[in-house]
């Protein structure tokens, strides 16, 4: 059974400062996704890494995906405000054909 | 290009009634999905259809939960009698295309809050 670990699951930053979450999984993938949820909202894509190597970037978040270490991570640049929410991992299982989600990182950003 | 629908968006009810939540898919997304996700846990998949057939109920409570996607498009998921553990935001998601097993980037809807008291 595919099992997918966050850490941290809570993170409080100040505004300004860099970050890294952490995604780990159990089993052979190469197909991860991060969603973010703001609270009380429904979950939005944010990356979508399809290879072992993938990165990508939007504004201050830089995800990455290392299959070999079946580890993923998502940076965070001079955090601000707006980036408070909770980040969730979702891996392939592709054998199954479904994701499996983590628990999610809820990130605060205070001034 | 519309969203994926869901309703309703609150539901509160006791314990032992039914309840059904309705999903309607972007135009075009082979494979829907209807998750549980329980304050401050991950969505945990209960069902996974493409087209309308079912790809996996290995987490469905099927003593209690029914799902159908009868034309391959918009799908209903029931709960009979509910339970105080069923407490929690139901989210249907879809995705274009599961065959192909190339991206299985999900787009979610707003989500059913249901309570149970």
């Known amino acids: 059974e595919l099992k997918v670990e966050q850490n941290p699951l809570f993170l409080s930053m100040q505004e300004g400062k860099n970050y890294t979450i952490y995604c780990n999984y159990s089993t052979t993938s190469d197909r991860l996704y991060w969603y973010r949820q703001d609270p009380g909202k429904s979950l939005e894509s944010l990356f979508v890494?399809?290879?072992?190597?993938a990165v990508k970037q939007e504004g201050r978040l830089m995800a990455s995906l290392d299959t070999k270490a079946r580890l993923s991570t998502l940076h965070i640049t001079a955090a601000v405000h707006d980036l408070s929410a909770t980040y969730f991992c979702a891996v392939d299982n592709t054998n199954a054909g479904k994701s499996t989600f983590g628990d999610g990182t809820t990130l605060t950003v205070k001034p | 290009e519309a969203g994926v629908a869901q309703s309703p968006r609150y539901k509160i009810i006791e314990k032992r009634q039914s309840v059904a939540f309705w999903c309607n898919p972007i135009?075009?997304?082979?494979?829907l999905y209807w998750y549980q996700q329980i304050l401050g846990q991950g969505p945990k998949l209960l069902i996974q259809?493409?087209?309308?057939?079912?790809?996996?109920d290995s987490q469905l409570p099927k003593d209690r939960f029914s799902a159908e996607r009868l034309k391959g498009v918009d799908s209903t998921l029931k709960i009979q009698p509910a339970k105080l553990e069923d407490s929690a935001v139901y989210l249907c998601?879809?995705?274009?295309?599961?065959?192909?097993?190339?991206?299985?980037?999900?787009?979610f809807g707003p989500g059913t809050r249901l309570t149970v008291l």
């Open positions: 890494l399809l290879s072992n190597g």
């Open positions: 998601a879809s995705s274009l295309d599961l065959g192909l097993r190339v991206n299985n980037e999900q787009f």
């Open positions: 135009s075009g997304h082979a494979t």
């Open positions: 259809f493409q087209n309308n057939g079912v790809v996996d």
